[in-house]
């Protein structure tokens, strides 16, 4: 049964502490992704990859970091220089077109989010 | 600047109605579209997608069209169904982009028993 898992779903933080959220899946992706989502705003890129060991910034990556370590793994940590954490985190993956040339077909499989509040 | 944009941030529709939601892009570069559906504290799912190359693509219930000329395109859901109460998301992406999709702001459909 194959799938994408993120966790904690709610998770807590006190001012200037990092926290790292976890990302897994079992869909044999090579591309995953990091969006925030704010009310009133749709889905905004943190960091991408699209292959193990590599990885580029989205449009906000300031106060975040990642690593891509195995295939299935895809953690974000938000820093204590993020000023304003609280959000809602959904990870994402899908298949990698630009390696297999296979069209533009990318839609993607998203977890079902973390929700980080910053107390 | 935001390079899609979904103007409608609700909408309202009794069941068995269509419902239309609506999308805009400026970024001329962009030659796939997406639609996903999200429900509260869940991530959002793929529903539908158009390349540049068609005008319409239909599954079911749900239709998608496009307007090259006009950087627009619309979702169709016909007969609208309380179950399809969400937000919608519009998403688009190009070849130079790695096909990463840019996501509008979304659209929340209500649909009244």
């Known amino acids: 049964d194959g799938g994408i898992t993120q966790s904690p779903k709610y998770l807590f933080r006190k001012e200037g502490q990092n926290v790292t959220l976890s990302c897994e899946q079992n869909l044999n992706h090579d591309a995953m992704y990091w969006y925030r989502q704010d009310p009133g705003q749709g889905l905004r890129l943190i960091y991408y990859s699209q292959i193990v060991n590599d990885f580029q910034k989205g449009d906000i990556a300031e106060g975040y970091s990642v690593s891509r370590e195995k295939k299935e793994s895809f953690p974000l940590t938000v820093t204590s220089a993020q000023k304003n954490p609280t959000a809602f985190y959904l990870c994402a993956s899908s298949i990698d077109l630009d390696r297999f040339d296979r069209g533009p077909r990318n839609e993607q499989f998203f977890g079902p989010g973390t929700r980080l509040t910053v107390l | 600047d935001q390079q899609v944009k979904q103007n409608s941030p609700s909408l309202s529709v009794q069941e068995g109605r269509i419902s239309i939601l609506n999308c805009d892009y400026t970024?001329?570069?962009?030659?796939?579209f997406l639609w996903y559906k999200k429900y509260p504290a869940e991530g959002p799912t793929f529903l539908i997608s158009i390349s540049s190359i068609k005008d319409k693509n239909e599954d079911g219930r749900f239709t998608v069209f496009l307007n090259k000329s006009a950087k627009h395109l619309s979702l169709h859901i016909v007969p609208s169904q309380p179950g399809d109460s969400a937000v919608y998301f519009c998403?688009?992406?190009?070849?130079?982009?790695?096909?990463?999709?840019?996501f509008g702001r979304g659209t929340s459909l209500i649909v009244h028993p």
């Open positions: 970024n001329s570069m962009f030659d796939y």
């Open positions: 998403a688009a992406s190009a070849r130079g982009g790695s096909y990463i999709p840019t």
